[in-house]
């Protein structure tokens, strides 16, 4: 595989709104299947993770799930930089294999999983404060403003290889050059990630029955999670990095 040699040229000036590219994602996803992976591989991990850790944490009334939750969130940040190294490539016209993306996400795991440890710690950090207030809705407000400054932590860790810290620092520089297109990937990603899977489900969850509704749920998010790397991929690339071959 190529070495990739990258300038962090932060563009400035005017705005990039690429609502094309929401769309152009779609044909690009059934195009190289092998991006459904590893965010498969996370939805499957959520999904045993969330079978086996009542038979650890209900004979301590509840206690340690969040260190579960923290796995959870891990595989899903990892499996997710992977996925939008792969949909970069594809954006680029190359092949996009797995081996390819999956040996560039291993080189770059530590940074990813910095980045992704760091967007939860200040996303908890923000509640956390804002809870001394008393207010659940400064509580809610002060979380998204941050996860929205955040929202490319870990396509700067996948694609720019930049460890945690820099990440973040990279995420926001990014958004604040473009806070339009950025605001716009967040509500998509809102009402892909969270509303949509609970949406589809929820209609069919008496049919469906426990463990069809379980395994449903997870293939949804799996194909959402797929197909939001092009558009986080895409917008990371055109908005922070110039990158040559």
């Known amino acids: 595989m190529p070495s990739r040699v990258r300038r962090s040229s932060l563009l400035k000036g005017q705005q990039r709104v690429d ?19 590893l965010p498969l591989l996370a939805a ?30 891990l595989v899903y940040g990892f499996c997710f930089g992977v996925a939008v190294i792969g949909a970069s490539d594809a954006w680029r016209g190359r092949r996009a294999g797995f081996d390819d993306m999956w ?16 967007f939860y710690f200040l ?17 809610i407000g002060l979380q998204l403003i941050v996860a929205y400054f955040l ?8 694609i720019g290889g930049m460890p945690g810290n820099l990440a973040i620092s990279a995420s926001f520089r990014t958004v604040r050059v473009s806070l339009l297109a950025s605001a716009i990937l967040a509500i998509v990603f809102v009402l892909l990630w969270v509303e949509l899977p609970n ?21 949804v998010k799996a194909i959402v999670l797929a197909y939001l790397a092009f558009p986080f991929a895409k917008q990371y690339d055109d908005v922070a990095f110039t990158r040559y071959w």
């Open 44 to 73: 499957v991990v959520d999904l045993l993770i969330g079978q086996i850790s009542p038979f650890f944490t209900n004979a301590l009334g509840g206690l340690g799930n969040f260190i579960f939750q923290i796995v959870v969130q």
């Open 123 to 139: 996303l908890f950090a923000a509640g956390y404060i804002a809870s001394f207030f008393g207010s659940g809705i400064l509580q």
């Open 103 to 118: 040996e560039e996400g291993r080189r770059k795991a530590g940074g990813i999983l910095i980045a992704t440890i760091g």
């Open 199 to 219: 949406l589809l489900v929820d209609r069919f969850a008496m049919s469906l029955g426990v463990i069809g509704y379980q395994l449903v749920l997870a293939a």
């Open 19 to 37: 609502l094309a590219m929401y769309v152009q994602a779609v044909p690009l996803l059934l195009k190289h299947p092998t991006i459904f992976v």
């Open 151 to 158: 929202i490319y932590t870990i396509p700067a860790a996948a």
